[in-house]
Structure formats: C-alpha cells, structure tokens
C-alpha cells in the first residue's frame, strides 16, 4: 500500500498525538517535585547504597505514592533506616510532643524528635547517603529546619552524604520578612540565622547552610557532602495554589496553604497564651479572639488595621466552626494568595496594637511563655520593646538584618 507524502504527515502527527514523548521531559509545565525528578533518572544517585530516609507521610511523589513507597525494596539500593521530624512519621503528633521510635515496611524509624534530635553514629553507620525529603513551610520557627540541620551536621561528623529532594515554599520565593534570629538565641525552633519568612525552598536552605559555614559550634564550621536535586518547573512568584500539587498535612494544625499562612503571621503570637487562633479546630491560625477582652473593644481595633491581602470577618464558632472546641465570637482570618503579604509584620503589628488597648493582658506573663516567644522571634528586643511601649525601636527591629541577609541569600537561590 502506498502513501502520499500528505498522508505520511498527517498519519505521524496522530502518532505524536496519541502517544506520550519519551525521554526526561515531556513538555509540560507541571511542577516536578525533587523526588519526581530522582524517579526520572532511575535513582542512579543511589545505586549500589545504603539509604536512610528522612521522611514522613506528606513528603510523596507528584502522583500522590509516599516517598518512602518509592524506596522500599528497590532493587538498585537498601532502605536500611526512615528517620522523623517533629510529629512522627504520619504528622499526627502534637507539637512538642515526643515521638517514639518505630518500623514500617520492615524497616527501623529512628525519631529525631524522641530520644535524640540529632542521628547517632549508629544510625549513621547503618547508612551510606540520607535522602531528605520533607515539605518545609517556609517559616523559620518550624521545627524541620532544625531536623535538617542535624542531620547535615551529623553526615558532615561522619562523612555520610545528604541528598535534599527539594520542595517548593508554600509561601512562594519572594516574600522575605522579619528579623534575622541572633545566633546566640538559637534554638530548636529557630536554628540559623534567617527571617522568620525566609523565602528559600529546602534545597536552598540546606545549601545555605553548608556553604555559610553555619554547621558546628565553637567556631569550627563544618560541610557535609551535599547534594541538592532540584525541581522543574517551579518559579519564585508560585504560591502553593499556583503549582498544581495536593497539600497534605505536615502536622497537626498546619492542615492546608492557608493555614501555613495563619502560622506565618500568628505563630509567634501564640507563644503568649493570650490569644485564641483556632488551633485544634478545622480553621488552625485562621481564627483569632481574645478571650479576656471585650468583643466590641477588639472590633473596634481590629477595624483600624490595613493588612494588604489580610480579611478579618467577625464570626461565631457555634454556627461556623464545626469543632468539639468551642472559640466564641471572633474573626475568622482569610488570605489573598495573590499577594505577598508581609505576613510576620503584619502579626506583630496586631500584638502591638493589642498591647496599646489592652496592656492589662500582659501583666504576669508566664516565664515559659515569654521564653518561647523570645525563642520563636530570635530576639529578646521585640518582647521589651513590646512591655516598654517603645513602638518607633518595635517596628524598626522586625526589619533587622534583612538586607543583609536578602544580599547573602541571593548566591544560594536555584529558581528565577
């Protein structure tokens, strides 16, 4: 049978149409996760080794398969341990709670946030690489920052390597905000010195990290081997909503993007046990009352503040929050993803409003509270300007540090 040369043409264009390129890239503009991009190359980074994981059931593939799916009993390399951050493998655990060791798929589940935080150096013996694959939220007071870190300084002690699956910032890549923690206030929930909206992804930061020389004590830095196995497709100006990708819960009360936003500008806040923010309900960080001050009175604030991108609509828990957890009457918290809002700012201008109106509220603060706020803002300046009154030095120092921090980050970013 013969074919003009139109039919030839025509007979190929339906081929191409109804059969899928082959090859590493496809032409389509999906993001592509780090873990998709390793899946693609066939896990030739791992051949041959014995692989720890550090994981939990948020971190999966662009398909929705767990991470850990994809490295069980594969053929070209051993599973040999899956480590955890804060909240456990399954991110149900509540915050600040020990999570115990376990096993799943037959494999051990070393807890870096039970009996140590840092893997020992049996864990590290058991591994030749460890895959870190985790969905960071963008916000330096979240614990996996820290995990992270340990694990960097371990693998730098034992000459394993780190291999950073990277993940985008639900935030997006541009909004930088906050002051730079003081490195003598580091702690587990601020570990280097970075914003508290810091505007890097994972792989960024871990880069970051290693190149600064921020690994060790005493003076003596410390780098790892490290490997960073970027992402397709995601640019700076992508907010979570713009990358197509399902989010899953990484904990407890960080059940969405707009939750991760909630935390961007109440976490902090919270420390002081003053306010209600609706965690432990179906709207974490996105309710906020007072409970010991009158209602009209913190309408009437409220009322006053411009938040660029920021709703506050006056709501009743009875009829809106369907939760065991009774709130009583207060805003529920809404944000526009379009816009990078100065989230972190934007919270602390509310405290120090609230302290204006209501400097009552601050007599007798519990030390642990107070502690863990200072701990969570990487300062002790904001507290004391706060309880003095001194709003000009306040608003000043919730920029400091972040020039020069915005020039240092700009060598590490990997994505336009």
């Known amino acids: 049978m013969f074919f003009r040369r139109k039919e030839v043409l025509v007979l190929c264009l339906l081929i191409l149409l109804n059969f899928p390129l082959l090859g590493k890239k496809s032409g389509s503009n999906e993001v592509l996760l780090g873990i998709d991009v390793l899946i693609q190359s066939d896990f030739k980074l791992l051949w041959g080794k014995r692989v720890g994981l550090l994981t939990n059931s948020a971190s999966r593939s662009r398909g929705q398969k767990l991470t850990v799916e994809h490295f069980v009993n594969n053929p070209n390399f051993e599973l040999k341990a899956i480590f955890t951050p804060e ?34 150096p049996f864990q590290m ?21 820290s995990t992270l870190y340990y694990v960097m ?19 997006g890549g541009n909004l930088v905000d906050g002051n730079v923690l003081e490195i003598e206030k580091a702690s587990f ?9 810091h505007g890097c992804t994972i792989g960024e930061l871990a880069t970051m990290i290693n190149e600064e020389g921020w690994l060790g004590k005493n003076g003596t830095p410390k780098k790892c081997k490290l490997t960073v196995v970027k992402m397709e497709n995601w640019r700076r ?23 991760v936003r909630g935390l961007a500008m109440f976490g902090a806040l919270g420390e002081l046990k003053i306010f209600n923010l609706g965690v432990g309900t179906n709207l974490p960080f996105q309710f906020f009352s007072i409970p010991r001050a009158n209602f009209n009175r913190v309408q009437s604030l409220i009322s006053k503040l411009n938040f660029d991108g920021v709703v506050f609509k006056v709501i009743n828990s009875k009829k809106s929050i369907h939760s065991s957890k009774h709130l009583g009457m207060g805003f529920q918290v809404s944000f526009d993803s379009n816009k ?9 201008t509310l405290l120090f409003e609230v302290r204006k109106k209501f400097p009552d509220l601050f007599e007798n603060l519990k030390l642990q509270s107070v502690e863990m706020f200072k701990k969570v803002t990487g300062t002790d ?3 004391d300007y706060l309880i003095d009154g001194n709003e000009t030095k306040f608003k000043d120092y919730l920029s400091n540090g972040l020039n020069e921090f915005v020039k240092i980050r700009s060598k590490y970013l990997l994505y336009r």
């Open 87 to 120: 909240h456990g493998f399954y991110t149900t655990v509540p915050a600040g709670k020990f999570v115990p060791d376990d096993s799943i798929y037959g494999v051990p589940v070393f807890s870096l946030y039970g009996n140590n935080r840092k893997p020992t």
């Open 125 to 145: 013996s058991l591994v030749d690489v460890i895959v870190v694959d985790l969905q960071e939220v963008g916000v330096r007071s979240y614990t996996f920052i």
């Open 153 to 171: 300084l371990a693998s730098a002690e034992s000459g394993v390597q780190v291999v950073v699956l990277d993940r985008p910032n639900p935030l």
């Open 189 to 197: 929930v601020g570990i280097i010195p970075i914003p508290y909206i």
């Open 237 to 259: 100006d992508m907010k979570w909503e713009n990358t197509g990708l399902e989010w899953i819960p990484t904990s407890p009360n960080v059940t969405s993007p707009n939750a």
């Open 340 to 348: 990078d809002a100065r989230l972190f700012t934007y919270g602390m």
């Open 381 to 383: 300046k904001l507290f």
